[in-house]
Every structure is written in structure tokens, then in C-alpha cells.
């Protein structure tokens, strides 16, 4: 199993970006997938799912301003990001499997390496 995120960057508040994973390994169209950063100091952040039939969710902080998608033919799912502020700040990972325990974010199962974004 391989999840390679891309598109990140140093952008400033209020610009736009698109993150990208690519995944490889498994059959990408039977998993709902994952979208978790990690901000300087803190726990890891759930912000949005995206399932095998295209149901998406979003956390609160993102609502409005996030969109998830996926490409299922080319094994990609997407994170474009608008509107982006400073505490957007964050290492990006792309996730298929998210555990929670204790109400936190574990990082065990297929993650990628992340991507970093820096509002600023």
C-alpha cells in the first residue's frame, strides 16, 4: 500500500490550494478515504472523508471552504482548499485508514508522508 500526497506549499491567507494522493497497492475504489493534518504542537486533525460512493463529511473548521473529492479511475483523491487562513497550517496526510481512540487521531495503517501547507 502506497498514499503519495502532492500539492503543497507556502501560500498566503485567503489563496488557494490543491492537495493530491495518489494511491496505489489496494483496489482505491473499494475504501473511503481520509484527509488528517497535523499543526505545529498539536494532535492530529481529522477534517474530511470521502466514502466509495462519493458521501463526503467535513469537520467544522473546513466546512465551506474545503472540498473533497476522488478520481477513481486514476486512483487520486483531492483536498482543494480555499479561503485558507493561518491556522490552516499544517502537515496534510492522506489516510485509508483512520483510527480514533480516546477521541484523538492515531497514526497506524495506511498514511501517507505528508505534504506540507504553511499559511502565512
Known amino acids: 500500500v502506497q498514499l503519495v500526497e502532492s500539492g503543497g506549499g507556502l501560500v498566503q491567507p485567503g489563496e488557494s490550494l490543491r492537495l493530491s494522493c495518489v494511491a496505489s497497492g489496494f483496489t482505491f475504489n473499494n475504501y473511503r478515504m481520509f484527509w488528517v493534518r497535523q499543526a505545529p504542537g498539536k494532535e492530529f486533525e481529522w477534517i474530511s472523508t470521502?466514502?466509495?460512493?462519493?458521501?463526503?463529511y467535513y469537520a467544522d473548521s473546513v466546512k465551506g471552504r474545503f472540498t473533497i473529492s476522488r478520481d477513481n479511475a486514476k486512483n487520486t483523491m483531492y483536498l482543494q482548499m480555499n479561503s485558507l487562513k493561518p491556522e490552516d497550517t499544517a502537515v496534510y496526510y492522506c489516510?485509508?485508514?483512520?483510527?480514533?481512540?480516546?477521541?484523538?487521531?492515531?497514526?497506524?495503517?495506511?498514511w501517507g508522508q505528508g505534504t506540507q501547507v504553511t499559511v502565512s
Open positions: 489516510v485509508r485508514d483512520l483510527t480514533v481512540k480516546g477521541g484523538q487521531v492515531q497514526k497506524s495503517g495506511a
Open positions: 470521502i466514502t466509495s460512493t462519493l458521501t463526503t
